[in-house]
């Protein structure tokens, strides 16, 4: 019985560094973006071929660290999980220069109780969600694909729809990545649990952002 109440303790505890580094890197994101606002950075940053770049480079980061993270130290992994939500943080900041502080707040509010709720229900959950992943992955490429299309062809309607589907898809993604980090953690020896941290507070903080974007296009108020 003692065994099984320090088990838990130890899960909760790894889960939860999860949970506060994630918050750690959305914080970063949302001060670099508020600093470039205040500054009046975003006309220069995105007055030309530099602001695709600026777009575009956390999807190339992303992509990087799925393909390269698990070959990288800890430390490693903390130094691109800071840079990427840096870079992201200057992304950011021409969406977030078009809404309203008000906009952005509510944004905030209605992401962090959506995402609590269902990163609530993936842990605790007893079923078995392993099999919603190669569909939601398969939602997020299809996400990805259809936004570039929409750079060319700036459809309104196909940007809402786009900007429901993303909520969608990566509220299930929350859940699924809260019940894989629970049971990853189960079995995990102790060496691997700082890499394994920031490995789920990244997926979980790519989650959070994307809903967070989408909410505040859906239904935010443009200065």
């Known amino acids: 019985m003692d065994r099984s109440i320090s088990a838990v303790a130890s899960l909760n505890t790894a889960v939860a560094g999860v949970l506060g580094r994630m918050a750690v890197g959305v914080f970063a994101t949302l001060v670099a973006a508020a600093v470039i606002n205040t ?24 992509l990087f660290l799925a393909f390269k993270g698990q070959d990288m130290s800890e430390s490693t992994i903390k130094m691109w999980y800071f840079a990427f939500a840096g870079v992201m943080g200057v992304s950011l900041s021409l969406i977030i220069s078009m809404f309203t502080t008000a906009s952005i707040v509510n944004a905030l ?19 078995d969600i392993s099999g919603w992943g190669p569909f939601l992955f398969a939602g997020v490429i299809g996400l990805i694909v259809a936004s570039l299309v929409n750079i060319f062809i700036e459809s309104t ?3 809402m729809t786009l900007n429901v589907l993303t909520i969608l898809i990566f509220l299930g993604l929350t859940a699924y990545d809260m019940n894989r980090i629970r049971d990853m953690f189960w079995s995990a020896p102790e060496s691997e649990i700082g890499r394994m941290q920031w490995f789920g507070a ?16 859906l239904f935010g108020n443009r200065e």
Do not use: C, D, E, H
């Open 157 to 159: 309607a196909l940007q």
């Open 109 to 127: 509010i209605g992401t962090t109780v959506s995402f609590g709720a269902l990163a609530a229900w993936g842990y605790f959950t007893k079923r």
């Open 202 to 217: 990244l997926s979980l903080y790519i989650n959070f952002i994307n809903i967070f974007v989408s909410l505040l296009q």
């Open 39 to 62: 500054l009046g950075l975003v006309p220069v940053l995105f007055g030309g071929i530099l602001g695709y770049v600026l777009i575009f480079a956390p999807l190339a980061m992303s």
